[in-house]
């Protein structure tokens, strides 16, 4: 692949629009993993779900979670296949097992520690939004830094262009829209379910369906309007100011 170019006098160490494409494809692919990946991710989370809404029993449900995790990274493993999105699942039944004790400590109901596994995930989607906004607000949009890896001559010369730039923070809001829809709608009924506004069983099947089907067809829908925008790009370079 080809993602340094030298096109009408455009210094060559200056990224263009098909390096951006690339970039995004690449990115996409390591995103979404396929459907092994997407299966990775989601079957934890939905395993919980189903042990813990009939036996409302914790420990049993976190223990099936962390076992289907556990096995898919052996398989994973044994395979010599990346275990990327494995560990990305495995990380995350962690972090609920001890957000589930944290709130068992503090004289959390077994109901309540059920809603407990799924706050992480909604206070690292509230962090990764809060991340790539200010990081657009402040001129140096994240994509601009998966950008600038490629080019390790120079890799902040997207900053210094106009259109590169411009570019790379209409990518990253739309990296971050569903990690922010997320939660916008995950986090309300989480507190509701705190709350006792509604029953906590329905606010963790509710969380997970909007985390697993809503969350993944966001994520494609974004990852797709990422690639579309690039190819229908057609702003032209233009040398650095230095």
């Known amino acids: 692949m080809n993602e340094i170019a030298d096109l009408d006098g455009v210094p060559a160490h200056v990224p263009t629009v098909d390096t951006v494409e690339a970039l995004v494809r690449r990115q996409l692919a390591t995103a979404l993993g396929g459907r092994r990946g997407f299966l990775e991710a989601a079957v934890p989370g939905l395993v919980f779900t189903i042990v813990w ?3 409302k029993d914790v420990v ?5 979670s962390g076992a289907i995790a556990g096995a898919a990274l052996l398989l994973r493993l044994a395979q010599r296949s990346s275990t990327q999105y494995v560990w990305n699942a495995v990380f995350g039944v962690f972090l609920g097992w001890l957000f589930v004790r944290w709130a068992g400590s503090a004289g959390a109901t077994p109901e309540e520690q059920g809603l407990y596994f799924y706050l992480p995930g909604i206070l690292f989607s509230l962090g990764y939004t809060v991340v790539l906004g200010l990081s657009c607000l402040l001129r140096w949009p994240m994509m601009g830094f ?3 890896v490629t080019d390790p001559e120079d890799p902040f010369g997207w ?3 106009d259109q590169i730039r411009a570019l790379c923070s209409r990518l990253t809001w739309l990296l971050l829209l569903p ?3 997320g939660v916008l709608l995950q986090g309300p009924v989480w507190l509701a379910g705190h709350s006792g506004a509604i029953g906590t069983g329905t606010a963790v099947l509710t969380i997970f369906l909007l985390r697993t089907v809503l969350g993944w067809v966001l994520r494609i829908g974004a990852w797709s309007a990422m690639v579309w925008l690039v190819a229908r790009n057609a702003t032209p ?3 650095d100011a230095a």
């Open 60 to 64: 049993w449900a976190v223990g099936a």
């Open 237 to 239: 370079l233009e040398p």
């Open 179 to 181: 990690g922010a829809v």
């Open 146 to 148: 998966m950008l600038g």
């Open 159 to 161: 900053q210094r262009n």
């Open 53 to 55: 809404l009939p036996t």
